[in-house]
């Protein structure tokens, strides 16, 4: 809705404090108020506003609104207010139609370099050669284009309806009591001990501690917030306590419902909303003079009645109270925390100075900036400013100062009601709490404030009125009304194109087996609607590094792209790196790997790399700058079988490599018991003496002395040296089994299960547990019972399977004389090899298959004479019967 020209509204006189209601509203008026009622309601049930399908009617109910609100202003006669909070609105939605006209790549390269990059790099090789829009993400940016028209025309809709005191307060009233209502079903849930909403959906990633629409207890708390205090501002309001009750009440609920939510955050900066209002009532108590009416009284009855329920709330949530403080208890952690993004998010925004990367376009063009790893993904900045100056670029922190300027303007107007007083503070408390979050960035939080704000801007009801921007409800003005919502709704077509929606569609298409050219077309649509998504690229490069050499090239020249677009993407590094070795670019395959380890990919290096590498100049590539890391490789080589000598070699280069890092002593340790499975002695114990100068305390260098006796044949001195440890590190993990496993060598099979029992308590995790099996095993072969011993086996091997553990279960089962189920064991154990080391287990397999056939052979020898008929037809059956079975027949 445009101005015709400049005006004064219409006014009226009327008693300063609370103003009487004009003529009767209009029909077309109160339906429009019932759109406003409509649209505060809606929003926060639609997930507070995350719900995809909400735009549409936010869009529908805003642009009613406005179009009604416009015809109940010609009939009544009055003109139409546009405030100047209405100017950033309006400014704001025409840059998002700026950022999305195609440009020509010079203009392009001009107004947003960055955006030119990605064409050029990104683009224009793949044949996506059209102009492009400065929006990285024009989808995203189409729908909010769609979402600032509609906030416009609900906002200006406000203005028009509150004029009227009676909608005024039920339109505040119904943002206050769905307040109300959202804390009373959160409390519905939590008595009924119901985890998701309405039993029906349960959250996939948030754990609301109120489960109510809201996912993030944040943006439930702002809500909730602001619905509180305007429910303080009506009840101060009305004059009859009957009537002021209710508000009460709700605002009491909606500020329960703050504590409860646990955001720190949320609680901080009500809190703040409560002493700004108080601030406000007494600046107004002082400037309205002696003859104002007593309200200060209420007022503060009403404040610490507030601040009585939200001690019970503290008390009631006491448990998690404590537990959030305690996650931001020291200035250390504060700065860890959101503070700690500010420098990396600004770095983001002054890439696009001049018209910003896109309105809404964040989440998909931040991962290109992203300078530390993290493995939540970055939807805002969360900081209002920071987002502005992001997507909107210079302009937008115009716009964001003039929004700033214009609500100061609001705040300095004359005859101001408490009511406007409790929007204000509330409003500011709100737009503060997104100094560190994103609550109006959705529609929840958006339309609750666009309506305390528009309930302010209203036209005053007073002789003396400043000059304000207004036009006549004409034909024109409903016509532009009409026109921005159609507006709105085309802008939703091109909107509908999500990029969760083109992610999870070619995410469906790789792991569906499709053909990598059936990948690479969808993909290539995909990225031309979102050409700003890195995970588009990988999808479709995983696709080609399927098939091997083959298809090595185009997965590396698309998974280029994801990289440029998301440097510390783990999973593009991994990409990158098969498709290297494919090629046979081994030392960069493996620079990748490591790359993919530094962007936090936990498992590569162990479950992926390791395996490939060969040499020794492989692995130092694949080392990272972490002693740390380089000796959990180390171990990993030495517990691979046929891998012993490379393992020496890198223990040697780490040692050097790490010299003088505290993790230095760990190094020698594990050299030293290197050398004890060479047989090199000498080395050995120069090795450990290397050790215990480094670490001389430490426990580990005890146990390698132990180590080191038991290798130079000093059994006994060895056995009463970890007896004493045990002494003086009770519980102690790896010294029990240690011992254990020295008494067991001892003879003394006794003892040992004794010191595996008293260790059994302290078992944490499932290698410790596999471990414990396998020793009770042991002990129980030595005491003959083998039938026992294999049950422990073959647990400890299903809780982690290993070479080692299979092949321990297939000697028990060879002992038992289970052969077919010990070449089934060893099969099982082969799988866990290089395909290198195999030779001696499948040898293994063949002798375990012949011992089985001559068993059969010989049974049935034996059987053929039996007149059992029965039983030799059972033999007979063939060799697919399970041998266990036939034993235990």
């Known amino acids: 809705m445009a101005g015709e020209g400049r005006g004064c509204c219409d006014t009226h006189l009327a008693h300063p404090r609370m103003p009487r209601a004009s003529r009767s509203a209009s029909r077309f008026t109160l339906f429009a108020e019932a759109a406003l009622a409509a649209l505060v309601v809606v929003c926060p049930l639609a997930l507070g506003g995350a719900a995809g399908w909400l735009l549409g009617p936010l869009v529908l109910l805003s642009g009613a609104a406005a179009v009604l609100a416009a015809i109940g202003a010609k009939r009544q006669g009055q003109s139409l207010r546009v405030p100047l909070l209405a100017v950033p609105l309006a400014m704001g939605a025409g840059l998002c139609a700026v950022q999305l006209v195609p440009l020509p790549a010079g203009v392009l390269r001009l107004l947003s370099p960055e955006a030119a990059a990605l064409r050029e790099f990104a683009l224009v090789p793949l044949g996506l050669e059209r102009a492009r829009p400065v929006s990285l993400d024009p989808s995203a940016t189409w729908r909010e284009l769609a979402k600032h028209l509609a906030y416009l025309l609900a906002f200006l809709a406000?203005?028009?309806?509150?004029?009227?005191?009676?909608?005024?307060?039920?339109?505040?009233?119904?943002?206050?009591?769905?307040?109300?209502?959202?804390?009373?079903?959160?409390?519905?849930?939590?008595?009924?001990?119901?985890?998701?909403?309405?039993?029906?959906?349960?959250?996939?990633?948030?754990?609301?501690?109120?489960?109510?629409?809201?996912?993030?207890?944040?943006?439930?708390?702002?809500?909730?917030?602001?619905?509180?205090?305007?429910?303080?501002?009506?009840?101060?309001?009305?004059?009859?306590?009957?009537?002021?009750?209710?508000?009460?009440?709700?605002?009491?609920?909606?500020?329960?419902?703050v504590v409860l939510s646990l955001s720190r955050g949320g609680i901080a900066f009500f809190a703040f909303g409560q002493a700004l209002l108080a601030l406000f009532l007494l600046r107004n108590r002082r400037a309205s003079g002696e003859g104002a009416p007593p309200v200060w009284a209420r007022s503060a009855a009403a404040l610490l009645g507030l601040l009585g329920v939200l001690m019970v709330g503290a008390y009631a949530a006491a448990d998690g109270l404590w537990a959030e403080a305690r996650t931001a208890d020291s200035v250390e952690k504060l700065r860890q925390s959101k503070v700690a993004l500010w420098p990396m998010l600004a770095d983001a925004a002054r890439a696009f100075p001049v018209l910003g990367m896109g309105r809404g376009a964040f989440e998909a063009a931040f991962p290109r900036y992203q300078s530390e790893p993290n493995p939540n993904t970055f939807t805002h900045p969360e900081n209002a400013v920071l987002q502005v100056a992001a997507e909107l670029g210079a302009l937008g922190l115009v716009l964001l100062a003039v929004a700033v300027w214009g609500f100061l303007r609001l705040l300095r107007r004359e005859g101001l009601e408490t009511v406007d007083l409790a929007a204000l503070a509330g409003v500011a408390a709100l737009a503060l709490h997104d100094l560190f979050d994103f609550s109006l960035e959705l529609p929840a939080c958006a339309v609750a404030a666009l309506v305390a704000l528009g309930a302010v801007a209203r036209p005053r009801e007073r002789a003396v009125e400043e000059k304000a921007w207004c036009a006549r409800p004409s034909g024109a003005v409903l016509g532009t009304g009409l026109a921005l919502t159609a507006l709105a709704l085309v802008a939703l077509v091109p909107g509908r194109h999500r990029l969760g929606d083109a992610e999870a569609e070619?995410?469906?298409?790789?792991?569906?087996?499709?053909?990598?050219?059936?990948?690479?077309?969808?993909?290539?649509?995909?990225?031309?609607?979102?050409?700003?998504?890195?995970?588009?690229?990988?999808?479709?490069?995983?696709?080609?590094?399927?098939?091997?050499?083959?298809?090595?090239?185009?997965?590396?020249?698309?998974?280029?792209?994801?990289?440029?677009?998301?440097?510390?993407?783990?999973?593009?590094?991994?990409?990158a790196a098969r498709a290297l070795l494919a090629l046979g670019r081994s030392a960069q395959g493996f620079l990748e790997y490591r790359l993919a380890h530094e962007a936090g990919d936990a498992t590569v290096l162990l479950g992926e790399a390791l395996p490939h590498a060969e040499t020794l100049a492989s692995l130092t590539v694949l080392t990272p700058r972490s002693p740390a890391t380089a000796v959990r490789l180390l171990d990993a080589l030495?517990?691979?079988?046929?891998?012993?000598?490379?393992?020496?070699?890198?223990?040697?280069?780490?040692?050097?490599?790490?010299?003088?890092?505290?993790?230095?002593?760990?190094?020698?340790?594990?050299?030293?018991?290197?050398?004890?499975?060479?047989?090199?002695?000498?080395?050995?114990?120069?090795?450990?003496?290397?050790?215990?100068?480094?670490?001389?305390?430490?426990?580990?260098?005890?146990?390698?002395?132990?180590?080191?006796?038991?290798?130079?044949?000093?059994?006994?001195?060895?056995?009463?040296?970890?007896?004493?440890?045990?002494?003086?590190?009770?519980?102690?993990?790896?010294?029990?089994?240690?011992?254990?496993?020295?008494?067991?060598?001892?003879?003394?099979?006794?003892?040992?299960?004794?010191?595996?029992?008293?260790?059994?308590?302290?078992?944490?995790?499932?290698?410790?547990?596999?471990?414990?099996l396998a020793m009770e095993a042991a002990c129980l072969e030595r005491e003959g019972l083998l039938s026992h011993a294999l049950e422990r086996r073959q647990t400890a091997a299903r809780l982690v399977p290993g070479a080692d553990a299979f092949f321990a279960v297939a000697r028990t089962q060879e002992a038992l004389r289970r052969y077919d189920a010990a070449a089934r064991s060893v099969h099982?154990?082969?799988?866990?090899?290089?395909?290198?080391a195999r030779a001696e287990a499948q040898a293994w397999v063949s002798r375990l298959e012949g011992a089985e056939r001559e068993r059969v052979d010989s049974r049935r020898k034996t059987l053929s004479e039996d007149p059992r008929e029965a039983e030799l037809e059972y033999l007979l059956r063939g060799p697919g019967v399970d041998g266990e079975a036939r034993d235990a027949r």
């Open 158 to 257: 406000t203005v028009q309806v509150t004029r009227s005191r009676g909608s005024r307060e039920r339109l505040l009233a119904v943002v206050v009591f769905t307040g109300a209502g959202l804390t009373v079903v959160g409390l519905g849930h939590a008595l009924l001990g119901v985890k998701s909403l309405f039993g029906l959906m349960l959250w996939m990633h948030a754990r609301p501690t109120l489960v109510t629409p809201f996912g993030n207890p944040n943006h439930l708390a702002g809500f909730l917030a602001l619905a509180s205090t305007l429910g303080v501002g009506l009840t101060l309001t009305r004059g009859q306590r009957s009537r002021a009750l209710p508000y009460a009440l709700a605002a009491g609920v909606s500020g329960l419902g």
């Open 828 to 836: 099982e154990g082969m799988r866990h090899l290089p395909v290198g």
């Open 638 to 772: 030495v517990n691979t079988p046929g891998r012993l000598a490379l393992a020496l070699d890198y223990s040697g280069w780490a040692r050097e490599q790490f010299a003088g890092q505290p993790e230095a002593a760990a190094l020698w340790a594990r050299e030293a018991r290197l050398r004890i499975l060479r047989g090199d002695l000498e080395t050995a114990e120069a090795a450990r003496a290397q050790v215990e100068r480094l670490a001389p305390d430490a426990l580990d260098t005890h146990l390698l002395r132990a180590d080191v006796l038991r290798a130079q044949g000093k059994r006994e001195e060895a056995l009463r040296a970890l007896e004493q440890l045990l002494a003086r590190f009770p519980g102690n993990v790896a010294l029990s089994f240690q011992l254990a496993a020295q008494q067991l060598d001892a003879g003394l099979t006794r003892r040992a299960k004794d010191t595996l029992q008293a260790l059994a308590p302290f078992i944490t995790d499932y290698a410790q547990r596999a471990r414990l």
């Open 506 to 575: 070619l995410a469906r298409l790789v792991t569906s087996g499709a053909s990598a050219r059936e990948v690479h077309a969808r993909g290539l649509a995909l990225v031309d609607l979102h050409p700003s998504d890195y995970l588009l690229y990988r999808l479709v490069a995983s696709a080609h590094a399927a098939r091997g050499r083959e298809g090595a090239g185009e997965a590396l020249a698309l998974v280029n792209r994801a990289l440029y677009l998301a440097p510390l993407d783990a999973s593009s590094h991994r990409v």
